[in-house]
């Protein structure tokens, strides 16, 4: 029996652990499959004596690559039907000293040595009598699956809160790099901003999508101004005025509009629906008459509205939002911006808990997030309660105290059971 290598490596660079292969991919080693594996033993010119190569465990070869033996030797496992073993009076285990660490300070030196440790400790609670081969033969198994596993684990733990980078390319072939998580549907809003598409983003609150606007104009190198809706807004704010002396006082929509960039009307479903006709020709025919004069259209100007509906009036959660005039919403694309639980965990991330206290906050929120759907009830819990919560929890309050105050609040009493139901807090 032997394994033949899916590829064939040309190359090994030890300070790197980077394994190159014929057909130009490269990898780090830890992440060789086992064929990989004897395939860059064999381009080293390391010999497997005892057994085919294939019959050494993945840990055996990457450990011997690292420490550049020039022979692996192949140590037989005892098979399963070992007759027991007769019992040998107990006497007290000698205690070992724990291992020091030594290594360049790699995530696999750190996982080795944790792994090394936890086993060591286990054969510290172990009595005389075993058999010495059998245990060491034993302890070669675990340590090879324990190495993997915990090493896999501790790379996607470590992937989770490392900074995401992104990188855009503009028409004009410049590369924009952009820190941070961004959402999932953001490739879609920078896709519609990039062609001027002006974009009604709707979604429930704590979503991301005014977030996502921003990071938008930023990626396109485009100026950003924003306007928060409201029932009470005039129309000046959008257009401006000419004061007692006939001076026109102007605004950041006038700018946008005139000179380019993205402006961004958040909640537009708050806002008062007869001032957002003043909006429609400038949306639409490419010009707009301002209190000083009519303003042509700027090429690269676009606009964004954020709102948690359509635009057809109150829903059963947001009771308080406008219907919005159909020559309004005319005039934008719609597009539904859902709960990106890769955000929501960047921004629980960032509040610094204790890794069990976040992971079992998180469940609780998201446990009441699923009862609040099935249950159809009117509450809204939102990345914005994860948030919250997990400030208040750094902050000393008790997790149930946090959870009242982020996740029940505005429940009625008979829905506060259903909204708790499966937490633990």
């Known amino acids: 029996m032997s394994a033949v290598p899916s590829e ?15 057909s130009g991919r490269s990898i780090n080693l830890r992440d060789c499959k086992k064929n990989e594996l004897i395939a860059v033993a064999k381009c080293l010119g390391i010999r497997f004596t005892g057994k085919p190569a294939v019959y050494f465990s993945p840990l055996a070869i990457e450990a011997g690559i690292l420490r550049g033996d020039k022979v692996l030797d192949y140590v037989p496992h005892r098979a399963a039907s070992v007759p027991a073993i007769p019992a040998v009076p107990a006497v007290p285990s000698v205690p070992r000293p ?35 081969v059998q245990v060491s033969q034993l302890v070669e198994s675990i340590t090879s699956t324990m190495f993997e596993g915990f090493r896999h684990e501790v790379t996607t733990q470590i992937d989770a809160v490392r900074p995401k980078v992104t990188q855009v390319v503009l028409p004009s072939r410049e590369v924009v790099t952009l820190k941070g998580i961004q959402h999932k549907q953001f490739p879609q809003v920078l896709q519609a901003i990039s062609q001027r ?18 990071q938008a104009s930023e990626a396109l190198r485009l100026p950003f101004a924003n306007i928060n809706c409201t029932s009470t807004m005039q129309d000046y704010r959008i257009t401006g005025y000419k004061d007692a002396n006939r001076v026109y006082d102007t605004t950041e929509f006038r700018t946008i509009f005139e000179h380019g960039g993205v402006f961004l009307l958040d909640e537009i479903d708050n806002a008062n629906p007869n001032i957002l006709g003043v909006l429609n020709s400038a949306l639409s025919n490419g010009f707009m008459a301002f209190p000083d ?38 005039r934008f694309a719609q597009l539904e911006v859902t709960l990106d639980e890769d955000i929501e965990q960047a921004m629980l991330d960032s509040v610094g808990l204790p890794i069990a206290t976040a992971i079992k906050w998180l469940i609780n929120v998201r446990t009441a997030r699923k009862n ?41 009493a008979d829905q506060v059971d259903k909204i708790k139901a499966g937490t633990s807090l």
């Open 197 to 214: 598409v002006n974009l009604w983003l709707v979604g429930g609150a704590g979503t991301g999508k005014s977030e996502i606007a921003k």
């Open 8 to 22: 064939v490596v040309v190359r090994f660079t030890p300070e790197t652990r980077e394994v190159t292969f014929a």
């Open 98 to 132: 724990q291992p020091a660490f030594v290594g360049s300070g790699s995530l696999d030196d750190v996982v080795g040595v944790i792994v090394h440790n936890a086993v060591q400790t286990a054969l510290d609670e172990f009595k005389a009598g075993a058999d010495e």
């Open 372 to 412: 609040v759907t099935e249950a159809g009830l009117k509450v809204i819990v939102s990345p914005r309660a994860t948030l919250n919560g997990a400030k208040l929890i750094h902050a000393g309050w008790s997790a149930s105290d946090a959870f009242g105050a982020t996740v029940l609040k505005g429940a009625k």
């Open 293 to 330: 004069k009519q303003v042509q259209r700027h090429e690269n100007f676009v606009a964004i509205a954020t709102a948690n509906t359509y635009g057809a009036g109150a829903t059963m959660q947001y009771v308080g939002r406008n219907p919005i005039d159909g020559a309004t919403i005319d």
